[in-house]
Protein backbone atom coordinates (compact mmCIF):
# COMPACT_ATOMS: atom_id res chain seq x y z
CA UNK A 1 0.00 0.00 0.00
CA UNK A 2 1.39 3.09 -0.88
CA UNK A 3 0.19 7.13 -0.81
CA UNK A 4 2.23 9.43 -2.24
CA UNK A 5 1.73 12.83 -1.86
CA UNK A 6 2.94 15.92 -4.53
CA UNK A 7 2.53 19.30 -5.35
CA UNK A 8 3.63 21.39 -2.38
CA UNK A 9 5.78 24.43 -2.10
CA UNK A 10 6.71 27.97 -1.28
CA UNK A 11 4.05 30.13 -2.20
CA UNK A 12 3.11 33.80 -1.45
CA UNK A 13 0.15 35.07 -0.07
CA UNK A 14 -3.02 34.48 -2.25
CA UNK A 15 -1.60 31.99 -4.25
CA UNK A 16 -2.77 28.95 -5.52
CA UNK A 17 -1.58 24.95 -4.93
CA UNK A 18 -2.73 21.87 -6.03
CA UNK A 19 -1.63 18.60 -4.31
CA UNK A 20 -1.92 15.39 -5.58
CA UNK A 21 -2.54 11.59 -3.68
CA UNK A 22 -1.52 9.09 -6.06
CA UNK A 23 -2.37 5.64 -4.50
CA UNK A 24 -1.65 2.10 -5.04
CA UNK A 25 -1.98 -1.34 -3.18
CA UNK A 26 -5.70 -1.37 -2.32
CA UNK A 27 -8.95 -0.08 -3.86
CA UNK A 28 -8.96 3.32 -4.06
CA UNK A 29 -13.26 3.97 -4.92
CA UNK A 30 -13.75 1.83 -1.94
CA UNK A 31 -12.18 3.71 0.47
CA UNK A 32 -12.40 7.37 1.91
CA UNK A 33 -9.55 9.84 1.22
CA UNK A 34 -8.70 12.60 3.65
CA UNK A 35 -6.21 15.52 3.45
CA UNK A 36 -4.65 16.30 7.37
CA UNK A 37 -2.03 18.91 7.63
CA UNK A 38 0.13 19.74 10.71
CA UNK A 39 2.51 22.68 11.21
CA UNK A 40 5.18 22.98 13.84
CA UNK A 41 3.89 22.72 17.07
CA UNK A 42 0.58 21.58 16.32
CA UNK A 43 -1.68 18.97 16.38
CA UNK A 44 -2.20 17.22 13.43
CA UNK A 45 -5.72 18.56 11.95
CA UNK A 46 -8.45 17.80 9.06
CA UNK A 47 -8.49 19.51 5.99
CA UNK A 48 -10.96 17.67 4.18
CA UNK A 49 -12.30 14.33 2.78
CA UNK A 50 -13.59 12.68 -0.37
CA UNK A 51 -16.28 9.87 0.74
CA UNK A 52 -16.16 6.76 -1.37
CA UNK A 53 -19.78 8.28 -2.71
CA UNK A 54 -17.17 11.38 -3.59
CA UNK A 55 -19.38 13.72 -1.46
CA UNK A 56 -17.29 15.67 0.92
CA UNK A 57 -16.54 17.08 3.69
CA UNK A 58 -14.22 20.11 4.89
CA UNK A 59 -13.15 22.29 8.03
CA UNK A 60 -14.41 25.54 8.70
CA UNK A 61 -10.79 26.98 8.00
CA UNK A 62 -10.73 25.84 4.52
CA UNK A 63 -14.16 26.16 3.29
CA UNK A 64 -14.53 28.33 0.18
CA UNK A 65 -10.99 28.16 -0.88
CA UNK A 66 -9.91 24.21 -0.54
CA UNK A 67 -11.76 21.83 -2.66
CA UNK A 68 -10.85 17.66 -2.83
CA UNK A 69 -11.88 15.68 -5.84
CA UNK A 70 -11.06 11.78 -6.60
CA UNK A 71 -10.48 10.12 -9.52
CA UNK A 72 -10.63 6.65 -9.12
CA UNK A 73 -9.69 5.56 -12.73
CA UNK A 74 -6.15 6.96 -11.83
CA UNK A 75 -6.00 6.05 -8.07
CA UNK A 76 -5.50 10.24 -7.23
CA UNK A 77 -7.00 12.39 -5.13
CA UNK A 78 -6.28 16.41 -5.26
CA UNK A 79 -6.83 18.83 -3.26
CA UNK A 80 -6.75 22.19 -4.67
CA UNK A 81 -5.84 25.08 -2.41
CA UNK A 82 -7.26 29.03 -3.57
CA UNK A 83 -6.09 32.45 -1.72
CA UNK A 84 -3.57 30.25 0.42
CA UNK A 85 -2.98 32.07 4.02
CA UNK A 86 0.14 32.02 5.82
CA UNK A 87 -1.99 30.25 8.58
CA UNK A 88 -2.30 27.18 6.01
CA UNK A 89 1.55 26.70 6.38
CA UNK A 90 1.84 23.07 6.96
CA UNK A 91 2.90 19.34 6.22
CA UNK A 92 0.37 17.96 4.24
CA UNK A 93 -0.68 14.50 4.37
CA UNK A 94 -3.27 12.59 2.74
CA UNK A 95 -4.66 9.19 4.43
CA UNK A 96 -7.15 6.46 3.27
CA UNK A 97 -9.98 4.66 5.56
CA UNK A 98 -12.14 2.21 4.79
CA UNK A 99 -15.66 2.26 5.92
CA UNK A 100 -17.84 2.23 8.05
CA UNK A 101 -16.49 4.70 10.24
CA UNK A 102 -17.18 4.93 14.36
CA UNK A 103 -20.77 4.98 14.44
CA UNK A 104 -21.53 3.07 11.63
CA UNK A 105 -21.23 5.97 8.99
CA UNK A 106 -19.99 5.88 5.89
CA UNK A 107 -19.54 9.60 6.64
CA UNK A 108 -15.79 10.80 6.37
CA UNK A 109 -14.12 11.71 9.70
CA UNK A 110 -12.05 14.90 10.04
CA UNK A 111 -11.50 14.78 13.68
CA UNK A 112 -10.58 11.27 14.13
CA UNK A 113 -7.40 11.07 12.56
CA UNK A 114 -7.24 7.33 13.89
CA UNK A 115 -9.62 6.03 11.93
CA UNK A 116 -7.75 5.75 8.46
CA UNK A 117 -5.47 3.18 8.12
CA UNK A 118 -3.04 4.26 5.12
CA UNK A 119 -1.24 7.66 5.42
CA UNK A 120 1.61 9.18 3.15
CA UNK A 121 4.60 11.01 3.88
CA UNK A 122 3.50 14.46 3.48
CA UNK A 123 4.56 17.44 1.55
CA UNK A 124 4.97 20.38 2.78
CA UNK A 125 3.40 23.92 1.60
CA UNK A 126 4.52 27.13 2.99
CA UNK A 127 2.91 30.61 2.58
CA UNK A 128 4.60 33.72 2.83
CA UNK A 129 3.07 36.83 3.82
Known amino acids: VQLVESGGGLVHEGASLTLSCATSGFPMDQHAIAWFRQAPGKAREGVSC???????AYADSVKGRFTISRDNAKSTVYLQMNSLKPEDTAVYFC????????????????????????WGRGTQVTVSS
Open 50 to 56: SNVDETT
Open 95 to 118: AAGAPPFIGMTSRCPLVRSYEYNY
